[in-house]
């Protein structure tokens, strides 16, 4: 499989700040990035899907101006949660594609505790 | 629209038994389908996968076979072990490139010596 990185791995901010969630694809060209989030014992919820260059789309639900995804090149995307509060407390990760069929891969995870 | 459906946990076994963890599926065209495990404090890994009706995917002892007829993924292992323990979630893939992977709500198992 592709080697995906996340970084960091574990953030703990104050309610308020804003933080950055860095998805690296180290083996392959991801033209598309989806960004998922998991609740603690929940499955994974997709929150956007981004395509490289483009704006990102963002499922029902997910406020955009809250949650700002860059996906300026094929190697790196990045998800910034603005103004975080406790309640976006969560695990957030992000999973690389090359846009061919069943090539999904997925990174480690960013767990990301506000206070 | 497209979804999964996996039972409910947690399953808790001993040591060597059978395990079987059921997935089922709703979706248009020829879905791939897969089985995910994440290990406590770590990221999801691919454990198998099929992509076409009667395809059986199999790693580390466990198996799922694709059937189309009863739209299932069934997730079996014939005797589990201690390091098995995780959650396992069941997800698909729409026929069209560049969609996301659906997942299950995901099952915890639980297995003791």
């Known amino acids: 499989g592709a080697v995906v990185s996340q970084h960091p791995s574990w953030v703990i901010c104050k309610s308020g700040t804003s933080v950055k969630i860095e998805c690296r694809s180290l083996?392959?060209?991801?033209?598309?990035m989806f960004w998922y989030r998991q609740f603690p014992k929940q499955s994974l919820m997709l929150m956007a899907t981004s395509n490289e260059g483009s704006k990102a789309t963002y499922e029902q639900g997910v406020e955009k101006d809250k949650f700002l995804i860059n996906h300026a090149s094929l190697t790196l995307s990045t998800l910034t949660v603005t103004s975080a509060h406790p309640e976006d407390s969560s695990f957030y990760i992000c999973s690389p594609s090359s846009g061919k069929l069943n090539e999904q891969f997925f990174g480690p995870g960013t767990r990301l505790t506000v206070l | 629209g497209n979804s999964v459906t996996q039972m409910e946990g947690p399953v808790t076994l001993s040591e060597e038994a059978f395990l079987t963890i059921n997935c089922t599926y709703t979706a248009t065209g020829y879905p791939s389908l897969f089985w995910y495990v994440q290990y406590p404090g770590e990221g999801l890994q691919l454990l198998l996968k099929a992509t076409k009706a009667d395809d059986k995917g199999s790693n580390k002892g466990f198996e799922a076979t694709y059937r189309k007829e009863t739209t299932s993924f069934h997730l079996e292992k014939g005797s589990v072990q201690v390091s098995d323990s995780a959650v396992y979630f069941c997800?698909?893939?729409?026929?069209?490139?560049?969609?996301?992977?659906?997942f299950g709500k995901g099952t915890t198992l639980s297995v003791s010596s």
């Open positions: 083996d392959f060209q991801a033209t598309t």
């Open positions: 997800a698909l893939s729409a026929s069209q490139a560049g969609t996301a992977l659906i």
